[in-house]
C-alpha cells in the first residue's frame, strides 16, 4: 500500500503544431478555408489542454512546432519540436519526460478525449503492472502513447520507421510494443479531427467544449457561403 500511495503522477506530454493558417489541418480545406481550418485546430488543441490540465500531473509539458500563443493555458511549460518526421518528432517527444515517472504522449486532434478515463487509467493502483498505454484511432492511426518507465531510447525503438499517417500506423506501434515485452493497456478508440466529417462527428461527441462551438460556427459559415 505504501509503495501505491507513493507512485509519482504522470508526465503529460502533448505535441502540436501551432494553429497558424495554412500550415494546420490542411485536410480540411475545402469545405473550410484556412483561416477556419485553424479556427478549429485552435479549439481542438485549447481542449486538449484546458482537459489534460485536471488530470493529476508531475509536470505537463506542449511539445510545439511554432509559437505559443493566448491558447497556451496555465501550468504548461513549452518546449520546441526537434526536426525530422513525424516518427521522430514523436519519439523525441518523450526525452522531455523524467525518468522514475510514467509519460503520457496525446496529439491536438482529439478534443472529446475523457479525462476522467485517462486519470483513472493512470492511478497508482489502476497502473500497477502496466508497462504501456495505447489509445487506438478510428483511422489507423492512435491518439495516445503512454510508457510507464519511459527513455529515450525505448521510445526510438517503438516508433523511429513507423510509417505515419496510414492505416498501419497504429498496428505498427501496438505490434512493436508487444515485441518488447510491454503489458499493454488499450485506451478507448477515437476519431482525430482529419476531414471535415470527422469534425463534426468529434462535435457532435463533446457538444459543450471549444471545439464543438467552433465547428458551428465555421460550418454555418461554409453552409451560408454555398
Known amino acids: ?28 480545406t475545402p469545405p473550410c478555408t484556412p483561416e477556419q481550418a485553424a479556427r478549429l485546430a485552435e479549439a481542438a488543441l485549447a481542449d486538449t489542454l484546458a482537459a ?31 526536426g525530422g518526421g513525424l516518427d521522430a518528432r514523436l519519439a523525441a517527444a518523450f526525452a522531455h519526460a523524467p525518468q522514475g515517472a510514467p509519460a503520457l504522449l496525446v496529439g ?3 478534443p472529446q478525449l475523457d479525462v476522467a478515463g ?4 493512470f492511478s497508482p493502483a489502476v497502473r500497477a503492472g502496466v508497462d504501456a498505454w495505447y489509445g487506438p484511432a478510428a483511422d489507423g ?38 515485441a518488447a515485452g510491454l503489458t499493454v493497456r488499450q ?23 471549444g471545439f464543438a462551438a467552433a465547428w458551428r460556427e465555421v460550418s454555418g459559415l461554409i453552409r451560408a457561403a454555398r
Not at 504522470?10 to 495554412?22: D, F, R, S
Not at 485517462?118 to 487509467?121: F, G, W, Y
Not at 485506451?187 to 467544449?209: F, I, M, N
Open 187 to 209: 485506451l478507448p478508440q477515437l476519431t482525430d479531427v482529419d476531414t471535415a466529417e470527422d469534425a463534426a462527428d468529434v462535435a457532435r461527441l463533446a457538444p459543450s467544449g
Open 118 to 121: 485517462l486519470a483513472e487509467a
Open 52 to 82: 489534460l490540465s485536471r488530470m493529476p500531473a508531475g509536470r505537463r509539458l506542449l511539445v510545439l512546432d511554432g509559437e505559443p500563443g493566448p491558447w497556451l493555458p496555465p501550468g504548461w511549460d513549452v518546449v520546441p519540436q526537434v
Open 141 to 178: 492511426g492512435f491518439w495516445a502513447l503512454g510508457l510507464a518507465r519511459p527513455t529515450p531510447e525505448l521510445a526510438r525503438r517503438l516508433l523511429d520507421g513507423v510509417p505515419m499517417s496510414t492505416e498501419s500506423t497504429g498496428a505498427e506501434v501496438l505490434d512493436r510494443l508487444g
Open 108 to 110: 491536438m486532434d482529439t
Open 1 to 28: 500500500m505504501r509503495t501505491v500511495l507513493a507512485a509519482p503522477p504522470p508526465t503529460l506530454l502533448v505535441i502540436a503544431k501551432a494553429p497558424v493558417p495554412g500550415r494546420v489541418k490542411t485536410r480540411l
